[in-house]
C-alpha cells in the first residue's frame, strides 16, 4: 500500500505531465481527431492560430490544458460518426452512475496464472461492499468491506474459517469493484466510440480504450482492450469487457461485469458478516 509521500509524488509527478508539451499537443491532436477533421479546414486553422498565441504564455497554456482535459473527460468531444452526434450523452453517463445508491453486478474474470472462482456477485452501496464468489454454483468465500470502519471480513466457506481485520488506511476499491467511478475512468483515459449493439437483448453504445494506464497495479502491460457498453433507453451500463496481456505474454486476463442492476436501495443485512458458529477464526499476523 502506497503511503501519503509516495502518494503526493505521484501528483505531482501527474501535474508536471499534465503541463507538459508533449501531454498538451496530444491533448490537441485528440479533440481534432474526435471532430475527424483535417488539420487543413478552416476551423482547424484557427485553431493552430489559437495555439500557437496560447502556447506564448506558460500559465495561460497550463489552464487551457486543464481545460482541455477536463472538457476530454466530461465527453463532450463524443461522436459515433462524422457529424452525427451520440446518442449516449457519456457525460451524463458518468453523473448517472456516481449517484447511484446501490448496484449489484455479476463478475467473471479469468487469469492464465491461477484459478479462480467461476464467478462472483457483488453488491456496493456508498460505504460498503460484499462479494460473494461462486465455483459451480456453489458459494466459496465472501468478502464484507466497510469502508467507514475500514473494515475487512473474509469468510472461507471450503475450510469453515474467517479472517476479520481492521485497517488504519483503506485503499478506495478498484474499477472492478467499483463500477460508479467506471465510466470517468473510461473518459479520462484516450479512447474511442464503437457504435451501437445489442447486449443481453438491450441496444447499447460503446467507447473502447487501449490505454495502458488503464489497467491497475504495478505490472508491465503488453496490451489492453478494454469496453463498456451503456444502454441507450436508461443511460446506464449494461456490460463491461476487459482483456489484458501482461509480462511479456505470460500472464492473460479477461474480465466480464454483467447482470447489472443500478440505484438500487440494498439493506443493510446484505452487508452484515453472516459467519455460522461452526468456523474458526483465523489471526492474522
Given amino acids: 500500500m502506497k503511503d501519503n509521500h509516495k502518494f503526493e509524488d505521484m501528483i505531482r509527478k501527474d501535474l508536471d505531465v499534465r503541463a507538459g508539451d508533449r501531454t498538451y499537443n496530444r491533448m490537441w491532436e485528440i479533440i481534432l481527431d474526435a471532430h475527424e477533421q483535417s488539420k487543413q479546414k478552416p476551423s482547424a486553422a484557427r485553431l493552430t492560430i489559437a495555439r500557437r498565441t496560447i502556447m506564448k504564455s506558460p500559465i495561460v497554456k497550463l489552464a487551457v490544458a486543464a481545460a482541455v482535459i477536463a472538457v476530454v473527460g466530461l465527453g463532450v468531444f463524443e461522436f459515433i460518426g462524422t457529424g452525427?452526434?451520440?446518442?449516449?450523452?457519456?457525460?451524463?453517463?458518468?453523473?448517472?452512475?456516481?449517484?447511484?445508491?446501490?448496484?449489484?453486478?455479476?463478475?467473471?474474470?479469468?487469469?492464465?496464472?491461477?484459478?479462480?472462482?467461476?464467478?462472483?456477485?457483488?453488491?456496493?452501496?456508498?460505504?460498503?461492499?460484499?462479494?460473494?464468489?461462486?465455483?459451480?454454483?456453489?458459494?466459496i468465500k465472501t468478502f464484507y468491506n466497510d469502508f467507514n470502519t475500514k473494515t475487512v471480513v473474509f469468510v472461507d466457506h471450503g475450510h469453515k474459517s474467517y479472517i476479520k481485520k481492521t485497517f488504519e488506511q483503506m485503499q478506495p476499491p478498484s474499477i472492478l469493484l467499483n463500477p460508479k467511478t467506471l465510466i470517468q475512468e473510461f473518459l479520462s483515459h484516450e479512447h474511442r466510440t464503437l457504435g451501437q449493439k445489442t447486449v443481453d437483448g438491450v441496444l447499447c453504445e460503446g467507447i473502447e480504450t487501449t490505454d495502458p494506464a488503464f489497467s491497475e497495479g504495478d505490472f508491465q502491460v503488453d496490451s489492453l482492450a478494454a469496453r463498456v457498453w451503456v444502454s441507450v433507453e436508461t443511460g446506464y451500463p449494461v456490460q463491461f469487457e476487459d482483456e489484458e496481456v501482461r509480462n511479456n505474454g505470460q500472464i492473460r486476463i479477461a474480465v466480464v461485469l454483467d447482470h447489472f442492476q443500478w440505484d438500487v436501495e440494498l439493506d443493510e443485512s446484505i452487508f452484515e458478516p453472516n459467519i455460522p458458529p461452526d468456523y474458526m477464526q483465523i489471526e492474522m499476523p
Avoid: C, F
Avoid at 114 to 131: C, F, H, V
Fill in 84 to 139: 452525427v452526434k451520440s446518442g449516449v450523452v457519456w457525460a451524463e453517463v458518468a453523473k448517472k452512475v456516481e449517484a447511484s445508491r446501490g448496484v449489484i453486478y455479476r463478475n467473471r474474470a479469468s487469469h492464465s496464472d491461477r484459478p479462480g472462482p467461476d464467478y462472483s456477485m457483488n453488491y456496493l452501496s456508498a460505504t460498503q461492499a460484499r462479494i460473494d464468489s461462486y465455483k459451480a454454483d456453489q458459494i
